[in-house]
């Protein structure tokens, strides 16, 4: 379907020649053809006004919503609204959304596990466009019903670019690559937040983040299941958070199994969000509620028959990096309760 849109950006070439196929949407969701899009989404509650909305409190990575910026804001009801992004970034991302949501090749099984369900777009106040609604994006929660999560968000694949970005963009992108572990591991750690006993929260800064070499990484995905304050590691959640059934090593290695088999996206840029929750996880079993997700679609291209090698080479370097760390802990037996 093709969407008329007057005074919008002149789509590049470029993001035409990504999506012959399978990014049948094209066309800016504004306020000016918003109302048409919306309608092919029912919106599940009503729309929020400026005083129910909030900067999500567990947002690890990305842009942040505040008096200056557009970011990603919650209203407690158990949807995340990610306002379109600038350019055609955030009609690209919708345009994903849209494919993947009905696409009949992909399973419903990978769809519902490891995707948040798309509710369409929402046009929503913002605290910086004061009196001009912003088009959003209607997702899931991915945490909603934890209590104190506990997130990571790792960037996957050693490239963060699809192949047709223009070259600022890609000498931007591969400054980063190489100056993080992307282009070393295949993977980065954007943003992490772990919940001590007690509540506390250990949450590095990008900066530190950026900065960290194998060794860090090692150190931050041990962090993340330990259940000590401040910069300790002791691993005490390792079994139950990453080992186990429905445990986070599980999960990576049934995406992988998708990986390995579907051609129909390449994931450039997008994340692995990782959670649980640090007041239901015990040291001894299953339980935390962990979850495995993907996130953040603005650069995804069409795969046109080939694997993504690119995501599948950074998840696969991602799930030694966990089994490793299930191998090295001893998983405790249950005691009664
Ligand atoms: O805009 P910037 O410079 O803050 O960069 C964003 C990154 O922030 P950083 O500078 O690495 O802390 C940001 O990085 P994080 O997700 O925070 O690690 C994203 O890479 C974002 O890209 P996109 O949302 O995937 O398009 C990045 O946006 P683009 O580089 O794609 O514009
Ligand atoms: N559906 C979601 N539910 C809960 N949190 C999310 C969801 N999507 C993203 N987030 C949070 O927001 C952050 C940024 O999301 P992302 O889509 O990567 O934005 P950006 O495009 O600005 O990088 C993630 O690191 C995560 O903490």
């Given at each position: 379907m093709t969407l008329q849109s007057r005074g919008r950006k002149q789509q590049t070439p470029s993001m035409i020649s990504r999506f012959?196929?399978?990014?049948k949407f094209r066309g800016v969701v504004s306020p000016r053809n918003h109302r048409f899009f919306h309608h092919r989404h029912p919106p599940p509650t009503p729309t929020p006004t400026m005083s129910d909305l909030r900067p999500p409190e567990h947002q690890v990575a990305g842009h942040r919503a505040s008096a200056s910026k557009l970011g990603p804001v919650v209203d407690g009801s158990g949807l995340f609204y990610k306002p379109l992004q600038a350019g055609d970034r955030g009609e690209h991302e919708v345009a994903f959304y849209e494919a993947f949501s009905t696409h009949p090749a992909v399973p419903p099984r990978i769809r519902d596990t490891f995707f948040p369900r798309f509710h369409g777009t929402r046009l929503l106040p913002t605290e910086a466009r004061p009196g001009e609604p912003h088009p959003h994006l209607v997702l899931d929660d991915l945490l909603a019903g934890l209590e104190a999560p506990s997130v990571a968000d790792i960037k996957i694949g050693a490239i963060t670019w699809p192949p047709s970005s223009p070259e600022p963009y890609v000498a931007k992108c591969l400054a980063k690559d190489r100056g993080t572990t992307s282009v070393l591991l295949g993977f980065r750690v954007s943003g992490v937040r772990v919940v001590a006993p007690g509540g506390a929260v250990w949450s590095p800064e990008r900066p530190e983040l950026k900065a960290l070499d194998t060794a860090g990484v090692r150190r931050v995905l041990r962090r993340y299941v330990s259940s000590v304050s401040g910069e300790g590691v002791d691993c005490a959640l390792a079994a139950a958070v990453y080992g186990g059934e429905g445990g986070v090593l599980s999960q990576l290695l049934e995406l992988k199994a998708w990986f390995e088999e579907q051609t129909l996206f390449h994931f450039y840029s997008a994340s692995i969000l990782l959670g649980y929750d640090a007041n239901a996880v015990?040291?001894?079993?299953?339980?935390?509620?962990v979850r495995v997700k993907l996130v953040d679609f603005a650069h995804v291209a069409e795969g046109d028959g080939v694997i993504d090698h690119n995501f599948l080479g950074g998840l696969c370097s991602l799930i030694k990096f966990i089994s490793d760390i299930v191998s090295e802990t001893p998983e405790k037996p249950a005691t009664g309760p």
């Open positions: 012959p196929d399978l990014f015990s040291s001894t079993g299953v339980g935390g509620g």
